[in-house]
């Protein structure tokens, strides 16, 4: 049986975030991908995601992939049900409960939405990229309008409401890999570093000429790290 991959994309993003990742995994994986665009929390994002992989067979490995806001779900469920996954990628993410300066930051950012949102999509998405490229900022753009105002608003609180899980992460026994573009400034390597720090049973991949959107920026490096995760045939 082919393992499972279950994806969770991050903020202003829906499943197009990993058709570049999933293209480089063909007949190597059943992927499905979480929907996280309708809950008011990270801790029912990851009830939902659970619930994607419900059905898998025991035995059957199950690989846990959180990108950006997808990392802190990814990270609920590896604090809330560590068994269940055979191993995890967390990318362009952190272990950090939110700073003062943290929290701020989201409540301009929440205000921006509500005051022009296409305007402030628009300067995400170049902020998300190591070096301007038309292309991936007009198809972050389309993705980010699709999801809308009323549901970046609406993760953006439930980022700054969301658990703080290091102690958690101290004692996984889980093999898990973290992965982050060397010129991200969204989330910023320092915080990937303090990730991995936390977990004893990780490995820290650094990838070049890469900012924040790593499956979009660097799909065949994301896909590298996953066809190395994949348990090996016996």
Known sequence: ?????????????????????????????????????????????????????????????????????????????????????????????????????????????????????????QAVALRGLAQPNAALQDRLGDMMRTVGAATAIRQTQAISRRSDHRSALETLTVPVHVLCGRQDRITLPAWSQTLADTISASTLHWVDDAGHMLPLEQPRAVAAVLSRMLPRSK
């Not at 995994?25 to 995601?49: F, K, N, P, W």
């Not at 950006?68 to 779900?73: A, E, H, N, R, T």
């Not at 409960?97 to 989201?106: C, H, L, N, V």
């Open 1 to 121: 049986m082919k393992p499972v991959l279950l994806l969770i994309p991050g903020m202003l993003n829906d499943a197009r975030i990993w058709s570049d990742v999933t293209a480089q995994m063909q007949g190597l994986a059943e992927v499905r991908i979480a929907d996280v665009l309708t809950q008011d929390s990270i801790a029912h994002m990851a009830r939902d995601a659970l619930a994607q992989v419900s059905d898998v067979e025991p035995g059957r490995p199950v690989l846990l992939v959180g990108f950006s806001m997808g990392g802190y779900v990814a990270i609920e469920l590896l604090a809330t049900c560590p068994t269940r996954w055979h191993s995890a990628l967390l990318m362009s993410t952190s272990c950090l409960p939110d700073s003062a300066q943290s929290a701020a930051g989201r409540e301009k950012a929440i205000a921006a939405f509500q005051a022009d949102f296409e305007t402030t999509l």
